[in-house]
């Protein structure tokens, strides 16, 4: 998949292509269904999103709290894996931002990118103050030359699959409710990094890895399927994993500690993909280290039985 960043200058290669157009955080079920109506439209041209990074929502409010599901380099891969040939991930700036709807529509999707369809879904605002509707773009289109199509909110048990839906079901600890709109397991993807090596002195070595910038989850135990996604060890595993600041031993800073069963090796440096099945409890504090690792014990069982069962 080729990533272009820029709409300024784009080779021609990477032009004529039929466009999703969106955030696409979390690469959800709904998400699909506006890439898939992409690939229908023109199905000889080159299949491509076009998304923006930073976030929107992290360049007006660089303070508020983390809100993303995945990181772009996750989008990316996610992105790939359903068939998209080019990912247009412009640079979301002050210049990009202040352009008017129309403005949008001629000078990056017509002539900077020289885009031959695009898909939007209905709620779908572009442009500065997000002005621009679908059926403005509809229209630009009809005017300047490229095709567009809306594409209808998909529901789920009654309600719209959304980033937002997706968020509260993690935040209240609903896993497979989040799952079922996402279309695939939540993940967490990112570099293994050094740790204070308790879960080796415990006899659980674990592989820790940041959630900085990410909606954390609930804070406790999963279930988890993990993928090793570069170095000796590549490969699939299960295992058990722990999500937030550690209250056993006085941590602050949030983070995913991952325990991978029957696993032998060194994955530091390596990128994981970190997906959550099932939540098995909240975190706790114990009184001593011995009940603590008979409930790790407990979890581990836990959570090989659920997986086991997948």
């Known amino acids: 998949m080729r990533i272009i960043r820029d709409y300024q200058f784009v080779e021609e290669q990477d032009r004529g292509a039929t466009v999703a157009i969106g955030n696409f955080d979390g690469v959800h079920r709904g998400h699909r269904s506006v890439v898939d109506l992409a690939r229908q439209a023109v199905p000889d041209a080159p299949l491509g999103v076009m998304t923006f990074e930073p976030h929107p929502r992290e360049f007006f409010a660089p303070d508020a709290p983390p809100f993303r599901l995945m990181s772009a380099e996750a989008r990316a891969h996610r992105l790939e894996k359903i068939g998209v040939e080019k990912l247009y991930q412009l640079n979301f700036n002050h210049a990009l931002s202040s352009l008017p709807p129309e403005e949008f529509a001629r000078k990056v999707i017509f002539e900077g990118l020289g885009l031959a369809h695009v898909v939007v879904g209905a709620d779908f605002c572009f442009g500065k103050g997000r002005a621009g509707t679908a ?3 509809q229209r630009f289109g009809e005017e300047m ?12 048990s009654e309600h719209t699959v ?16 989040a799952a079922a709109m996402l279309g695939h397991w939540h993940r967490i993807e990112g570099e293994v990094i ?3 090596q308790r879960g080796r002195e415990l006899g659980f070595p674990t592989a820790n890895q940041s959630i900085d910038g990410l909606h954390p989850p609930a804070f406790g135990v999963y279930a988890v399927l993990v993928d090793v996604l570069d170095g000796p060890h590549m490969g699939s595993y299960h295992g058990a994993a722990s999500v937030g600041v550690r209250p056993m031993f006085d941590g602050d800073q949030p983070n995913i500690e991952t325990y991978l069963f029957d696993f032998k090796g060194n994955l530091y440096g390596a990128h994981l993909s970190v997906g959550l099945v099932d939540f098995l409890r909240p975190e706790l504090t114990f009184d001593g280290l011995e009940p603590f690792i008979a409930q790790m014990h407990a979890d581990c069982d836990q959570a090989r039985a659920i997986l086991n069962a997948l």
């Open 135 to 137: 059926e403005d773009l």
């Open 162 to 177: 959304s980033s937002t839906a997706i968020r509260t079901a993690l935040s209240e600890g609903r896993p497979r409710d």
């Open 145 to 156: 030359g490229f095709g567009v199509t809306i594409a209808p909110l998909m529901e789920y």
């Open 194 to 196: 050094g740790g204070e």
